[in-house]
């Protein structure tokens, strides 16, 4: 079975500070890939990394960074230098491949409030 | 232009009306999803479109008909919907079958309210 469990309903910062969002998945499957979406008050949910389940390597890009470590099945997104446009829920998500199409599975969210 | 667009944005509606919500996607991609989000939950898997046919119906009760005329139109038809129906309906495309790598492209959502 696949499940991606979020823990952190809402955290709440204070602009420039440094919050790590925690992530954490099952599968049995040995290939999957791991995304990382934010969805902003307008709902969308916009798409912000993916890894594979072959690359560990972590990944900076810009104020984010993602650590992904499969032995502790956690994929953990830090921003740092935290600014009130970052308020956001971001979803953890795993996908798998099924038949023909890509299957999604996401946490819950964690909702992030940036205060200035 | 955005790449995956949903109408309307907002639409409330009575237990005994038929209604019915529309994606369409300029990406170019062959699968289309409609997920359900609810306050608090994950999203839920609703129904999953690939070239056209439905490949995923994921246990959704039958007052959801989804409706897939072509690979960048979806459309999720509505009738004697209940009040815990209401929620962010959200549409997705991706390019399949690529093992499972591709993003999924997100609409900005139906807010739905049954009343």
């Known amino acids: 079975a696949q499940k991606v469990t979020q823990a952190q309903t809402e955290i709440s910062v204070v602009e420039k500070e440094d919050v790590t969002l925690d992530c954490v998945y099952e599968?049995?499957?040995?290939?999957?890939?791991l995304f990382w979406y934010k969805q902003p008050p307008s709902g969308e949910l916009v798409f912000l990394i993916r890894r594979n389940s072959f690359d560990e390597q972590n990944e900076i890009s810009g104020r984010y960074s993602w650590n992904f470590q499969k032995s502790t099945s956690s994929f953990n997104f830090t921003i740092t230098a935290s600014q009130v446009v970052d308020s956001a829920v971001y979803f953890c998500a795993l996908s798998v491949s099924i038949y023909n199409f890509n299957k999604f599975y996401f946490g819950s969210g964690t909702k992030l409030n940036v205060k200035p | 232009e955005t790449g995956v667009t949903q109408t309307p944005r907002h639409l409330v509606m009575g237990m005994t009306n038929k209604k019915s919500l529309k994606c369409e996607q300029h990406?170019?991609?062959?699968?289309m999803y409609w997920y359900k989000q609810s306050a608090k939950k994950p999203l839920e898997l609703m129904f999953v479109?690939?070239?056209?046919?439905?490949?995923e119906n994921n246990s959704v009760p039958s007052r959801f008909s989804p409706e897939c005329p072509n690979s960048s139109h979806l459309f999720l038809h509505l009738h004697t919907l209940q009040p815990e129906d209401s929620a962010l309906y959200l549409c997705a495309s991706s390019q399949e079958p690529t093992g499972g790598s591709t993003e999924a492209f997100f609409g900005q959502g139906t807010r739905l309210t049954v009343v």
């Open positions: 990406l170019g991609h062959n699968a």
């Open positions: 479109y690939n070239f056209k046919e439905q490949t």
């Open positions: 599968t049995r499957d040995t290939t999957y890939y």
